[in-house]
C-alpha cells in the first residue's frame, strides 16, 4: 500500500464545474496536510494547508479532512482552464525536530472550455 | 521576500562526470529538502537537513549521491559519477517549523547522456 494514494486521472470537468480531488493517506500519525499545484515544467505551489478534521475554505478551493477516513479532498469551484494542472496531495507527520513529509503522485486535472 | 533558489536551471552532461545541483534557501527557514521528480516516481524526498543539520538521508539512492548544507543559506546536491537514470527534475526546497509549508524552488532540469 502507498503512503499517499491518489488517482492519477486524467480528471476531466467542464469550465464552471466542481472539480472533486481525493487522497487517502496509510499513517493515521499524520498531522498536518497540503495540496500543492504543478502546471507542467514549473515546480509545486501551495494551494492550501489543513490540520484539523472538517472543512477549510479559501476562495473558490475548499479541503476537507477527515482523519478518521486517513482521507483529504480537494474541491474547485467554478473550475477554469487555468486549473487545468497536476494537483499533489502531501501528508506530514512530524515529533520534536523530525519531519516526514510524503508526496502522492498527483492528479491531473483537466477543464474542458 | 526571494523565494528558493536553485542553479543551475538545466544542465546536460555526460555519463560519469561529476553534477553539482546548488539551493539557496528562504532567509529564516529552518528546514532544507532536496527532492527528485521523475514521471515514473513522482515526487521523492532525498535528504533534509534541520538547522544545517542532515537529519533524513534515508532517500538518498547510493552513494554516488551526497548533499551539504555548509550554512543557513547554502546547500549543495552532488553526484559523482552520474548516470543516466539520474536524469529528474532535482527540487530544493524550505520551511520555517516542523509541520508547516514546503515551499520549492523552481527545480533543476538533470540530463545525463
Known amino acids: 500500500q502507498k503512503e499517499v494514494e491518489q488517482n492519477s486521472g486524467p480528471l476531466s470537468v467542464p469550465e464552471g464545474a466542481i472539480a472533486s480531488l481525493n487522497c487517502t493517506y496509510s499513517?493515521?500519525?499524520?498531522?498536518?496536510f497540503f495540496w500543492y499545484r504543478q502546471y507542467s515544467g514549473k515546480s509545486p505551489e501551495l494551494i492550501m494547508f489543513?490540520?484539523?478534521?472538517g472543512d477549510k475554505e479559501d476562495g473558490r478551493f475548499t479541503a476537507q479532512l477527515n482523519k478518521a477516513s486517513q482521507y483529504v479532498s480537494l474541491l474547485i469551484r467554478d473550475s477554469q482552464p487555468s486549473d487545468s494542472a497536476t494537483y499533489l496531495c502531501?501528508?506530514?507527520?512530524?515529533?520534536?525536530?523530525?519531519?516526514?513529509?510524503?508526496f502522492g503522485t498527483g492528479t491531473k486535472l483537466q477543464v474542458i472550455p | 521576500d526571494a523565494g528558493v533558489i536553485q542553479s543551475p536551471r538545466h544542465e546536460v552532461t555526460e555519463m560519469g562526470q561529476e553534477v553539482t545541483l546548488r539551493c539557496k534557501p528562504i532567509s529564516g527557514h529552518d528546514y532544507l529538502f532536496w527532492y527528485r521528480q521523475t514521471m515514473m516516481r513522482g515526487l521523492e524526498l532525498l535528504i533534509y537537513?534541520?538547522?544545517?543539520?542532515?537529519?533524513?538521508d534515508s532517500g538518498m539512492p547510493e552513494d554516488r549521491f551526497s548533499a551539504k548544507m555548509p550554512n543557513a543559506s547554502f546547500s549543495t546536491l552532488k553526484i559523482q559519477p552520474s548516470e543516466p537514470r539520474d536524469s529528474a527534475v532535482y527540487f530544493c526546497?524550505?520551511?520555517?517549523?516542523?509541520?508547516?509549508?514546503?515551499?520549492f524552488g523552481e527545480g533543476s532540469w538533470l540530463t545525463v547522456v
Open positions: 526546497a524550505s520551511s520555517f517549523e516542523v509541520g508547516n509549508t514546503i515551499y
Open positions: 502531501a501528508v506530514n507527520r512530524y515529533s520534536g525536530g523530525y519531519q516526514k513529509v510524503t
Open positions: 499513517d493515521r500519525g499524520s498531522q498536518s
Open positions: 489543513i490540520y484539523s478534521n
Open positions: 537537513f534541520n538547522n544545517n543539520v542532515p537529519i533524513d
